[in-house]
T-cell receptor
């Protein structure tokens, strides 16, 4: 079983719609959860982080965490073509705080 | 001022050669990482150093040797390069809230 699982996509949504990206993780001791965005040919950049169960909102982005189900999600409201990128779910666990990434979901926002 | 800088950005070399990639961060962070992103875009952790001490060493061939002369620098030396080493190598440092700050990456092509 992969440590962090994501559907690689592509996920296509029309402009203005809500994009929903999902991630599951295997280590129940995981402490911190992140969403990174990576444009083609660029390095990953952090867009959201969440540590506690529930929702966390930042502008058009909402991260959701359910530790019982070992599930993290990212919602992007009012999707824009500039949101087209690969979204990487990352999980931190262990005494040395190892950060493990999922394979990423490619999002395409269609104008 | 670039927070995490890697050199070189591109590295093209023949099989069997030895090469190095350098990374420097000016953020004052204690922990730095090397990640490898393969052709399928999977970002896999290789090594992590905390204040010059190796704390994470994933299953990586011993042809790869990281070195951290001080906490602001983490270099990666690769001996006897193989075709399968072709990938993008990212350096990252870990800041407050366990967030990772990535360098721009080094595209390694082994011919």
């Amino acid at each position: 079983q992969k440590e962090v699982e994501q559907n690689s996509g592509p996920l296509s949504v029309p402009e203005g719609a809500i994009a929903s990206l999902n991630c599951t993780y295997s280590d129940r001791g995981s402490q911190s959860f992140f969403w990174y965005r990576q444009y083609s040919g660029k390095s990953p950049e952090l867009i959201m982080f969440i540590y506690s169960n529930g929702d966390k909102e930042d502008g058009r982005f909402t991260a959701q965490l359910n530790k019982a189900s070992q599930y993290v999600s990212l919602l992007i409201r009012d999707s824009q073509p500039s949101d087209s990128a690969t979204y990487l779910c990352a999980v931190m666990a262990g005494g040395y705080q190892k950060v493990t990434f999922g394979i990423g979901t490619k999002l395409q926002v269609i104008p | 001022d670039t927070a995490v800088s890697q050199t070189p950005k591109y590295l093209v070399t023949q099989m069997g050669n030895d090469k190095s990639i350098k990374c420097e961060q000016n953020l004052g962070h204690d922990t730095m990482y090397w990640y490898k992103q393969d052709s399928k875009k999977f970002l896999k952790i290789m090594f992590s150093y905390n204040n010059k001490e190796l704390i994470i060493n994933e299953t990586v061939p011993n042809r790869f040797s990281p070195k951290s002369p001080d906490k602001a620098h983490l270099n990666l030396h690769i001996n006897s390069l193989e075709l399968g080493d072709s990938a993008v190598y990212f350096c990252a440092s870990r800041g407050p809230g366990e967030k990772l700050f990535f360098g721009s990456g080094t595209q390694l092509s082994v011919l």
